[in-house]
Each structure stands twice: as structure tokens, then as C-alpha cells.
């Protein structure tokens, strides 16, 4: 198969390549498998019944429509569970729970649409991205691609990421973007199909976001016939909502907005989904149907837990399988490999280790050094069910007092923590993904109006490792930066390895303003110094605002941070053995100038930024003025994330071009 950067002498193909890349269409898409590839999917989905039923017609279900849906449900939910864990066994990872809990109504939904087309918007919407696997599953129902191509889930350059995107993948109809962005485009898709009913999967933990609050008003007031179908499933990533979120209901939530609610217990069988679906379809306007069920019913192990949140791993999913009469299916799962970035070796890089997981753990310190009498008073920590992933969650094993496992609820829970920081010798402290930056941009200015002392983690920043593909990309951090010249300070940072991150957290913790500090999902090699000994070790002191040469040069110079720096660094160490005297800067203050260090790249022949943030947005959209504005005139130029995902971890960084091959290209160019 081909690889994904062609251009790249260095770069082999994983270990795990997908069977089904072996052709590849002109426009750069897998198309359907060369003849000569006889792998064959291992559930065999030609036993899909293609069902019609008339919920306008049909009051109640027969016992062959009973038990084809049975049968319906049956061989989705293994096939579900085996594409999905795929994503496991290859470290591509993904989601199994959302996807195999919702298969009843959606087997149902399906056959409603083949019987009444001009009756329904014959789209399965899902307000919470994650659920993917439904779109795939039934794009290859429809016939829109084969399903051999779903062992591909996730992969890089398969069309099959982590989230629905239109225009990538055959047979999917819409982007669902983040989680509680759905139903109020869905709103829209309404009123633009009058006299038919919209459908719009829902789940517990979208309808925390406040999209969902005034999408639920305004399918109210406007008498929408839309049906909210929510998956109320009490799991979200860490932990059950009814013991960490208190007071919390969907269907008191709904019905106080003014939505018909309807209860429902699907596991007690098809039926009971049967009337509820039916009762909200033949019901004027907005109908919320609450499915109240645990997650991943009937999955050993699994049956209630978060842990089916992600996708279910092969060690459960392989006896499961067996269980269920695939043992093809459990066989390929046992032969999977894990993928991994097959580039050799990067020069002037050491041991790699997780940013994010030492930001938690410096916080988490940070806090433990206020006197034990005082820190509930002079500290609040929000997490917005992400503890884990930012890791959080070592704050609260540590020091439960100061911290709050808030919902999914960004925007709410920033503000929060800004709040608690207005009062002088209080901070508050938050965490989420970077892509999430986007939607609390406003609450940023609020928190700078009223002069908040809040330190922010935005993990999961840039691109690498970002298998949940554009809608999660972290790449517009600056638009924190979004105050005027004279504002309450706000701060920037994004280190290039886990030793700054920790000399980072402990200069900003305790320092006023707003601070902002960005790590990546993926682990990160440690920058060395030229003897090989660590760059941001022992000796090393971070200070804001003051950028580090971590290699000098004369013939220019490359700006880099986050995981920039370690791939930058690989290509100056080979463009020096080349005999091009290149300089490294890892500029990770990104809002603040450094005068000397700008003064002496821009002294050079040129100047090169190199960066996982959006090329429109990003520190390379305003490096330049920063030069000219200073009478300093190299050559420059920008590389910078500019296309949409390609799905896959490793492979990010390679599509958008700021893999060490590509920037050894670009200097070429320049010298």
C-alpha cells in the first residue's frame, strides 16, 4: 500500500497497514478493494433484513417484525463491537458504547425511513460525534462502501475518523462536529423540510452542553417536528453523572423547557422501543424519548462501566465474539499489531514522555505546597469531565477539597473558576481539550474584564495523535489572546517537552492574570543539548516570555514549540551534518516577543515558524509583523496546519506537513 507521505525517504510504512489501502483513487481516497485482496469481513452483514414499517399505520409490532428486528439488532451490535475494536487492537482507538447502545432505535429509525421516505429526513444525526461507528455501519448497509473497509476505523488516510465528516467518507450526510452541536443544526434542517419528521440521536452527556438548552427552546417555541432520541446511559468518560452531578436529569430537563418526554427502558425489548418511537413520531412537534439503559448491555465486563465509553478492548471483545458465534471475527482481532511512527529516529531528541500528565502532576504539587489550612480557600479546580485525559484527576485523588468533577459543560465551568479568581489571593483552575478554547472565547473576555486570576490547561492541542480528527483539533489557541493592549494580563504558553512543562507550571502557578497552558495528546521526545544531557533539566528555569535557542545557526533560524520542537530539532541536526547552519528557537511564550532573540534570528538569512497551531491564526500569522515591525527583513516563511484531518495519530503531523522531512524541504528552499 502507499504510504501516506511518499515524499519522505526516511519514513517505512507501520507495522499495522490497513488491507484496504491497496488502491488508491486520484483524488488521494481508498477506493473499493483490489480484486486480488481476498480478505473478507468476518460478520456477515448480507443477513440484514431491510425492513419497512409505517409508525403512522402500525400500532403495534408483529412477531416476524419482532423478531427480524431481533435479529437486525443482534448482527449490528456484534458487527460493532468487532470494527470497533479494531480501533483498539491497532492503538487507533474509538468508541464502542455509544454506537452498540443506540443500535435499537436506530434499526428502527431505518426501517421507518425505507417505508415513509417522504415522511422523514432519512439521515441518522447523532449530537455526539463519537458514535460514529452507527454512520459506518450503516453506510455500508446502504451500500455506500464495502465492509471490509471498516477493520480501518480510525486509521489514518482510511476516510473513516473519528468523527462524521462530510465529504470524506461514502454515504455519511453530515459533520457532527463536538458534542451538543447537532440539535440545533438539526433545528434548521427542520424548518427547511417542512411536513417531515427530523430525527437526532442524542446521549446524557450532549445534552449537557448549553448548544442543547436553547436548541430545546427554540424546537419548542417554533413547534420543530423534530425527536430528540437520547441515550440516557448515566456514563460519560469519568464516571456516572447520577453520583458526581447531582440533581441532573435529562427528562426533567427537557420537559422544563417545554419538550414532551417519553421514558423508555429499551432493554426490556424492542417493542417498548417500538411505542416510544412511534408515540413521538405521531405526536405534533418536539418529543424527547429518553432511553434509559446502561451502557454496552450485555458486553462482560463492560455492562455499566465509562470503560465501554471508549472502544471495547480486543481482551474483551475476543472471548465476547466467541461467544456470540464469530470466531473469525475474534481470530483477525488476535492477529492486530499496534501502530506506531515508523520514522527512525529523531536526532537530538531523548526519551519521550506525556506533557499533559506532567502538567497535572505539577499542579497537582503546586497545590499540595499551600498550607493544608488554607487551600480550600485559596484554590478551586474544575474539571469538565476530563480529569483524566488532562489528568485532572491527580488533583482530586490528592486534594478532593478544592476540586469539582463539573459536567460537560466548557463554557459554564471556565466561568466558574474565573469567578472564584476575582477575589485578590484566590485562583481558579480549569481543564479540557484545546479544541473546546474555541467555544469560550467569550467567557475569556469576561474573565479578563473582571480582572480573573485563572490558570487553564488546554491538553490535546494541535494535531498529533488526534484520531477524533478536525473537529478536535486544538489549533485557534490563540484566539485566547484575544484582549487589547492594556487588558488584564494574559499568557500563553506551550512547551516543547514534559521538563519545561514542569519548570513552566511552577514560575505561572502562583502568578496573577490569565494564563493559558497547552499540551499534546501524544507523548513528546525530550529536547537534548548538544552533549546529549537534557535542554529543560537540571539548571534549566523557565521564564514567561523568554524564548530558548536551543541550537544556534547563521544561516537562519527555525521558530517552533509544542511537538514542533522535537521534529524542528531532527531536521537541524540533519541539516547541519549538511553542512546548513541552521538555529533552533523553541518559542514557547507564544504571545510575547523576546527582543533579543527576535533580533538575532532576524539578523540571519531567514526566518522559519514552524508550528501544530492553524496556519490563518497561529504564532506564523503574526511572526512576520513582529520582524518587520522591528526593521528586521529574512527571508520567511510559515509552515502551519492548513488542511482538514486525515484521521490516524501518527500521520497528522505528515498531512499537514510539519513532519522533519517537510521542514528540511521548506529550508532547502530558503538557504
Known amino acids: 500500500p502507499p504510504t501516506p507521505f511518499p515524499h519522505n525517504p526516511h519514513v517505512t510504512p507501520p507495522p499495522h497497514t490497513p488491507p484496504l489501502l491497496s488502491k488508491m483513487s486520484s483524488e488521494g481516497r481508498p477506493t473499493k478493494r483490489a480484486k486480488q485482496d481476498d480478505f473478507v469481513f468476518p460478520i456477515d452483514l448480507s443477513q440484514y433484513k431491510k425492513l419497512k414499517i409505517d409508525p403512522f399505520k402500525t400500532d403495534k409490532l408483529s412477531a416476524q417484525q419482532v423478531a427480524d428486528l431481533q435479529s437486525n439488532i443482534d448482527l449490528c451490535r456484534d458487527a460493532i463491537v468487532f470494527f470497533t475494536s479494531c480501533g483498539a487492537g491497532t492503538g487507533y482507538g474509538g468508541h464502542t458504547g455509544g454506537a452498540y447502545d443506540t443500535v435499537p432505535e436506530v434499526m428502527l429509525m431505518d426501517a421507518f425511513f425505507r417505508a415513509c421516505p417522504d415522511k422523514f429526513v432519512p439521515t441518522f444525526f ?38 462524521p465528516e462530510l465529504g470524506m467518507t461514502p454515504g455519511v450526510k453530515f459533520s457532527s462536529g463536538r458534542l451538543g452541536h447537532m440539535w440545533p443544526s438539526v433545528n434548521g434542517i427542520s424548518v427547511a423540510n417542512p411536513g417531515k419528521t427530523t430525527f437526532c440521536l442524542g446521549s446524557d452527556g450532549s445534552q449537557m452542553e448549553g448548544n442543547d438548552a436553547e436548541a430545546a427552546r427554540f424546537a419548542v417555541s417554533e413547534n420543530l417536528n423534530v425527536k430528540i432520541i437520547v441515550d440516557d446511559n448515566d456514563v460519560t468518560i469519568t464516571g456516572h453523572p447520577s453520583q458526581y452531578f447531582t440533581g441532573y436529569s435529562v427528562e426533567r430537563t427537557l420537559a422544563g423547557h417545554g419538550l414532551k418526554t417519553v421514558p423508555c427502558d429499551p432493554e426490556s425489548g424492542i417493542e417498548a422501543v417500538y411505542a416510544a418511537l412511534r408515540e413521538a413520531v405521531v405526536s405534533e412537534g418536539p418529543v424527547a424519548v429518553i432511553m ?18 471508549d472502544a471495547v478492548a480486543t481482551a474483551t471483545a475476543i472471548p465476547h465474539l466467541e461467544k456470540r458465534g464469530h470466531p473469525k471475527a475474534a481470530a483477525y482481532l488476535k492477529g492486530l499489531k499496534k501502530t506506531s511512527d515508523p520514522y527512525p529516529e529523531y536526532k537530538g531528541c531523548g526519551s519521550v514522555g506525556s506533557n499533559r500528565q506532567t502538567a497535572g502532576a505539577t499542579i497537582t504539587a503546586c497545590i499540595g505546597a499551600i498550607d493544608a ?60 481539550f484545546a479544541a473546546f478554547l474555541e467555544m469560550c472565547v467569550s467567557e475569556i473576555t469576561m474573565a479578563r474584564l473582571n480582572r480573573s486570576d485563572i490558570l487553564c490547561h488546554f491538553s490535546h492541542s494541535g494535531v ?101 520542537t522535537y521534529r524542528a530539532l531532527d531536521a537541524v541536526e540533519r541539516l547541519k551534518a549538511e553542512g546548513i547552519d541552521v538555529g533552533l528557537i523553541a518559542k514557547s511564550t507564544l504571545n510575547v516577543v523576546d527582543e533579543e532573540v527576535i ?43 492548513h488542511r482538514e484531518g486525515c484521521g490516524g495519530l501518527w500521520e497528522q503531523a505528515y498531512h499537514q506537513g510539519y513532519d522533519s522531512k517537510s521542514i528540511i524541504d521548506k529550508v532547502k528552499t530558503m538557504v
Open 373 to 432: 489550612a488554607e487551600r480550600k480557600s485559596k484554590v478551586l479546580v474544575i474539571d469538565s469531565d476530563l480529569g483524566g485525559s488532562t489528568a485532572m484527576t491527580k488533583v482530586q485523588d490528592a486534594y478532593p477539597e478544592v476540586y469539582v468533577q463539573s459536567g460537560i459543560m466548557e463554557r459554564g465551568n471556565l466561568s466558574a473558576a474565573a469567578g472564584f479568581g476575582t477575589e485578590k489571593g484566590k485562583q481558579g483552575i480549569t481543564s479540557t
Open 126 to 163: 447523532d449530537e455526539a460525534g463519537h458514535r460514529v461507528a452507527t454512520q459506518y455501519l450503516m453506510s455500508v448497509l446502504e451500500g455506500h462502501m464495502e465492509a471490509e473497509r471498516l477493520v480501518n476505523y480510525r486509521a489514518g488516510h482510511s476516510d473513516l475518523p473519528g468523527h
Open 464 to 564: 498529533d495523535d488526534m484520531a477524533d480528527n478536525t473537529c478536535h483539533f486544538g489549533i485557534n489557541n490563540m484566539f485566547a489572546d484575544n484582549g487589547l493592549e492594556d487588558g488584564y494580563e494574559t499568557m500563553l504558553y506551550f512547551p516543547s517537552d514534559h521538563f519545561q512543562v514542569a519548570s513552566c507550571v511552577k514560575t505561572i502557578f502562583p502568578m496573577p492574570g490569565l494564563r493559558f497552558l497547552f499540551t499534546t495528546r501524544s507523548k513528546t521526545p525530550e529536547i537534548l543539548k548538544e552533549d546529549g544531557s537534557p535542554f529543560f533539566g537540571a539548571g534549566y528555569k523557565f521564564t514567561p516570555g523568554k524564548d530558548d535557542i536551543v541550537r544556534r545557526g547563521t544561516a537562519g533560524y527555525i521558530v517552533a514549540f509544542g511537538d514542533a
Open 292 to 309: 434509559n439503559r446502561k451502557m454496552c448491555p450485555g458486553i462482560e465486563g463492560v455492562e455499566g462501566s465509562n470503560h465501554g465509553h
Open 599 to 641: 533580533a538575532e534570528a532576524g539578523k540571519t538569512g531567514f526566518v522559519l515558524v514552524v508550528e501544530p497551531l492553524n496556519r490563518k491564526t497561529g504564532l506564523g500569522s503574526r511572526f512576520g509583523t513582529y520582524l518587520l515591525e522591528r526593521g528586521l527583513h529574512p527571508k520567511y516563511a510559515h509552515i502551519g496546519v
